[in-house]
């Protein structure tokens, strides 16, 4: 594969891949970041600071643009509305969208003719999703793979809700089997995570003007100690009967993209008393499985029950499983109960799965066993790489940019 490409990468996993990517097709590369401290997984790019071009922005922006940027679909839009009660400040609309002009000149100054980012939901990763658009540039977007946890995703359209489902049906060339030995959740991996909470901390210490505001995340080093014994110290809930009289509820955390943006639930709550009341009427029982590092506390129905165990044992068991998009999805597919999903996502394929909302979901469809087993094989083949953390293997690689960059 020619180094063709004159590539911008804006943050990435918490890997190397944008790395590994860069080495096969570009001739040239930079790096517009949120905090110095990501360097760590950029270490040969040209880098410069999201904030410098903010900063490097004197002219008042124009109210067309600031009209688009209000538009936007981001966490951080979702996040302030269905969390903090509120729309954007005119503070917040102007800072995104001198990021915008910033990062518009940055592209055309530099001859960027290929942007990679992970995650299109962040505010300046769905700004850099639109210039490419607007200017006519390819993109590929990264995220943690749905098979989890050795494979990617890496889509020249979105991950989740806004994926390249076409991908599904474009064959990508074969290469041999390797071994993924350093994961997302490898020793390796972790220990680079560490190193960038570290490096972050110091940087909020002493150059905090750096950091871009908005962010989706903090990185406090509390939270994710916290989140470690959450995991090592999980709830485990008393064993209740399942049978084709119970619902599987797949619970996702609240302030989860897929469930902040792509559905009309405001908490779990939420979700769960509209849940309770379609299985009151239909005679049927509650079984809500939580997220691992949900420590919320729910108001539930005598009837309705907190479990845990194996998503795959309960969904066989069970008569229909509910979520909105989590990440489980995948091992219900693997079983022949009927699945609704109450959110947009990406697995609108065929009849693998029924997006509905909760009053219109029918106990007597059929979902086809045949076109999930087809599905997962395609989606295994065609559109996830096999790889992950710090293990990627250059022909699979090379194989999966072939069929996207075109």
């Known amino acids: 594969m020619k180094k063709d490409y004159t590539l911008l990468s804006l943050d990435p996993m918490y890997s190397p891949l944008h790395e590994h990517i860069a080495d096969i097709v570009a001739k040239k590369k930079y790096a517009v970041t949120s905090c110095r401290s990501k360097r760590i997984y950029l270490p040969t790019f040209k880098m410069t600071l999201a904030t410098s071009l903010i900063n490097s922005v004197k002219a008042?922006?124009?109210?067309g643009l600031l009209n688009k940027i209000t538009s936007l679909s981001t966490y951080h839009h979702a996040y302030a509305k269905k969390v903090e009660g509120r729309r954007l400040t005119a503070s917040e609309l102007n800072y995104m969208a001198k990021f915008y002009l910033g990062l518009k000149e940055f592209i055309t100054t530099k001859g960027v003719n290929l942007v990679v980012l992970h995650n299109d939901t962040r505010w300046y990763h769905a700004i850099a999703v639109m210039l490419c658009k607007e200017l006519e540039i390819q993109y590929l977007v990264t995220e943690q793979g749905l098979i989890r946890p050795n494979t990617t995703v890496i889509d020249n359209q979105g991950v989740n809700a806004t994926?390249?489902?076409?991908?599904?049906?474009?064959?990508?060339?074969?290469?041999?089997?390797?071994?993924?030995?350093h994961g997302h959740d490898s020793r390796k991996s972790k220990a680079?995570?560490?190193?960038?909470?570290?490096l972050f901390f110091?940087?909020?210490?002493?150059?905090?003007?750096?950091i871009l505001s908005y962010m989706h995340n903090g990185?406090?080093?509390r939270k994710y100690l916290r989140r470690t014994l959450n995991i090592r110290y999980k709830q485990n809930f008393d064993d209740v009967e399942v049978n084709t009289k119970s619902v599987l509820?797949?619970?996702?955390?609240?302030?989860?993209?897929?469930f902040l943006m792509y559905s009309s639930f405001f908490s779990n709550q939420d979700l769960i008393d509209k849940v309770e009341h379609f299985c009151t009427i239909n005679n049927l029982n509650l079984l809500i499985k939580k997220h691992p590092l949900d420590d919320s506390g729910y108001q539930i129905k005598p009837s309705s029950n907190l479990v845990s165990g194996s998503v795959k044992q309960l969904a066989k068991e069970?008569?229909?499983v509910i979520s909105i998009n989590s990440s489980a999805i995948?091992?219900?597919?693997?079983?022949?109960?009927?699945?609704y999903i109450i959110g947009d996502s990406s697995y609108k394929y065929k009849n693998i799965a029924t997006h509905s909302s909760i009053s219109d979901i029918s106990l007597l469809e059929k979902q086809d066993i045949a076109l999930r087993k087809e599905y997962l094989n395609k989606l295994k083949k065609n559109y996830l790489v096999y790889g992950a953390g710090y293990s990627y293997k250059s022909e699979l690689l090379e194989n999966k940019l072939n069929q996207l960059l075109v």
């Open 60 to 63: 008042p922006v124009d109210e």
């Open 163 to 181: 994926a390249n489902v076409g991908l599904l049906d474009k064959e990508v060339a074969s290469s041999a089997p390797f071994r993924v030995k």
């Open 192 to 198: 680079f995570f560490c190193l960038f909470l570290s």
């Open 202 to 210: 110091i940087e909020k210490k002493l150059a905090s003007k750096g």
């Open 219 to 221: 990185y406090s080093i």
């Open 249 to 258: 509820l797949l619970l996702q955390l609240e302030s989860d993209s897929q």
């Open 318 to 320: 069970v008569k229909l």
């Open 330 to 339: 995948i091992t219900v597919l693997s079983t022949a109960t009927p699945l």
